[in-house]
């Protein structure tokens, strides 16, 4: 078996969300691989196997420290950028095929910049007031301030809170504990000059409770795109950018096609290739 690090969704060197990928990793059970995807402390590690299914290019299982994924968005195109790099080859000109947890998943490959389609909600609509309550306490925003709240659960239960400005954002303090499970973002119109049409955050609670802030979120901006593609909010494409409070400078595309698909992109680096693993 062999370890990849990838560096996903990043602006510039070392800028996103950093990614673990097993190759080869038929030999692992599922103790395994919870047990090294907590010890690296990513917010999740991947492991490559051969697909199960003929019309995928390989089967991928998404591990976060607190269990299994059956879909994240920054390990998705982390895998097949990994997956490429050593060797792999498409049935599909340009288009990498990736079998998880959630079905089939389309990942399309321009040089280093790859991009997913957007799977469907698993559950979408408006929180209850209970809901916002909990979610706004945990994200360390106020109430009065969430212009809507909606769940946007795609794999992870992401449960959306869109505040009106990026300085709202910006300034929220999140809970240090939250259920395990908890998966909350906050999204607002970029500030004037900031290079970015949407800002955005992501909170998430591991396998003990502590709440931490994702750098950037596959997962969370494709239910952020769909939404507001959906609600007229935006159209076309636009330019997500997530991670400023972490150390990161993330930049998520986003895009619908003339079918009404929704694609979410981002740069791909390899930092490391081919670690041993023992």
Not at 13 to 25: Q, S
Not at 99 to 124: I, K, M, S
Not at 233 to 257: F, K, P, S
């Amino acid at each position: 078996m062999k370890l990849d690090l990838v560096d996903v969704f990043g602006s510039g060197p070392l800028g996103g969300n950093p990614l673990a990928v097993v190759h080869g990793a038929d030999a692992l059970g599922d103790a395994a691989m919870l047990r090294l995807t907590q010890w690296l402390g990513f917010s999740e590690t991947t492991f490559l196997l051969p697909p199960s299914d003929p019309a995928a290019d390989y089967r991928v299982r998404i591990f976060y420290p607190a269990g299994e994924l059956p879909f994240a968005g920054h390990p998705t195109l982390g895998s097949a950028f990994a997956w490429l790099m050593a060797g792999g080859q498409t049935r599909r000109e340009g288009m990498v095929v990736q079998q998880c947890g959630a079905g089939l998943v389309e990942v399309r490959v321009d040089g280093n910049t790859l991009a997913f389609a957007a799977p469907p909600f698993t559950r979408y609509g408006p929180l209850a007031s209970d809901e916002l309550a909990a979610a706004a306490q945990i994200a360390g925003v106020e109430t009065g301030n969430v212009v809507e709240a909606v769940h946007i659960a795609n794999g992870p239960n992401w449960q959306l809170l869109r505040l009106a400005s990026a300085e709202e954002l910006l300034v929220a303090k999140p809970a240090a504990r939250a259920p395990a499970g908890t998966d909350i973002g906050l999204a607002a119109p970029g500030a004037p000059g900031s290079g970015v049409d949407w800002e955005v955050r992501a909170f998430f609670a591991n396998q003990h409770g502590q709440v931490v802030e994702d750098p950037v979120t596959g997962s969370f901006n494709a239910g952020l795109a769909m939404h507001l593609f959906a609600s007229g909010l935006t159209q076309g494409r636009y330019v997500a950018g997530q991670g400023r409070m972490t150390g990161a400078d993330g930049r998520v595309l986003c895009e619908q096609d003339a079918s009404g698909k929704v694609w979410i992109g981002g740069r791909c680096r390899m930092v490391a290739a081919g670690a041993q693993l023992s």
